[in-house]
């Protein structure tokens, strides 16, 4: 079963429940499954028809615990174009990354870190504003090519996963931190490229979780413990 019918699984069983929750110091942002799954599909149409992906091409997501994160990345999932954290075709950073970046306007898609996805000002002619960009999207999405069980979706340095071996990955994730089926967790930070895909879109996908995703500089910040504490959440690394 590919990542995208766990989906439409998902957002029929779960309608408007909680999926994604984004704490920082900005504020609150929360996603249900029915408002990820219109994201992702908006997002999913931008790359195919927009940039003009397709099943050869690779991407990057650099969002760190930013709500958008989890989007972009489903994204990848949701089209069958490989996610990789080392050489791809397109990379999904913020205005920040932008500033330090050594490769070409056209390999480089700006996403918004405004609570609200509010695009972005003073971005370079050149580049790509994706937070603007993926508004000229519909919300209806349906794969371009059939689901290929062998395909790669994720790929690092040494390490090449199918959805299926991403899927039971994400099992193993959750088994070492003892997350129940259905439970909620919290991400202070962001990992490494498969543990963040566990656990800020497998898991809450495949699992009936819900995550939330802790976004500031300072963690230990009390209004964001005191949720915590409210909302039964796990935190976890």
């Known amino acids: 079963m590919s990542f995208w019918t766990e989906l439409q699984r998902s957002t029929a069983t779960r309608g408007a429940t909680p999926l994604i929750t984004w704490l920082s110091d900005l504020g609150r942002i929360e996603l249900s499954t029915v408002t990820y799954a219109n994201a992702v599909s908006k997002a999913s149409n931008f790359l195919i028809a927009g940039l003009e992906l397709d099943e050869e091409s690779s991407i990057s997501v650099n969002l760190g615990n930013h709500w958008q994160s989890p989007v972009w990345l489903g994204t990848g999932l949701a089209t069958g174009i490989s996610i990789t954290d080392t050489s791809a075709a397109i990379t999904f950073g913020t205005l920040t990354a932008l500033k330090t970046w050594t490769g070409s306007a056209e390999e480089f898609v700006v996403v918004s870190q405004d609570p609200f996805g509010m695009p972005d000002k003073d971005i ?17 999405f349906a794969p371009t090519w059939p ?38 967790y919290g991400l202070h930070g962001a990992s490494d490229l498969i543990t963040m895909l566990a656990l800020q879109v497998v898991l809450p996908i495949t699992n009936n979780s819900s995550v939330v995703l802790i976004d500031q500089a300072n963690p230990a910040f009390d209004a964001i413990m005191k949720q915590e504490k409210l909302e039964q959440i796990v935190p976890l690394g």
């Not at 370079?124 to 209806?140: I, K, M, Q, T, W």
């Not at 395909?151 to 040494?158: R, V």
Request: no cysteine; glycine share 8%; hydrophobic share 35%.
């Open 124 to 140: 370079p002619d050149s580049f790509v504003n994706g937070s603007a960009e993926v508004r000229n999207f519909g919300d209806y």
């Open 147 to 184: 689901f290929d069980p062998v395909a790669i979706s994720a790929s690092t340095t040494g390490s090449e996963l199918t959805w299926e071996q991403l899927v039971e990955r994400a099992n193993q994730i959750a088994s070492h931190y003892e997350i129940a089926n259905g439970q909620n």
